[in-house]
């Protein structure tokens, strides 16, 4: 969005700004549509067709864990690049180990 913002003001012309934002907004927007209009029934087929040894249900109890393991390494990757920099190798001069 930042990138159509910029380029069109750039261009200075509204009716491409117009067209190009008219784009983006349908190529954003349309598969959240999609996903939102049948996502409720989709997940009711795949738990009713979905037998005790199927892969939903293999599957399904380690969607949470995961997704929030992902969320905590993130959130504490980030902190820790906020708080000590960046652990590259170019960084470790600090240390006295380049």
Do not use: C, E, H, R
Not at 20 to 33: A, D, I
Not at 45 to 62: E, F, L, R, V
Request: proline share 5%.
């Amino acid at each position: 969005l930042t990138s159509i913002l910029a380029f069109v003001a750039n261009s200075q012309d509204p009716l491409l700004g117009a067209i190009l934002l008219l784009g983006y907004t349908l190529g954003y927007s349309t598969p959240l549509l999609i996903v939102a209009g049948s996502g409720g029934q989709i997940l009711t087929n795949i738990q009713s067709s979905s037998s005790s040894s199927g892969i939903y249900a293999k599957i399904a109890p380690w969607i949470t864990p995961l997704t929030g393991g992902v969320l905590l390494w993130y959130g504490t990757n980030n902190l820790l690049n906020a708080l000590f920099g960046d652990p590259t190798v170019g960084n470790l001069k600090f240390l006295g180990m380049s």
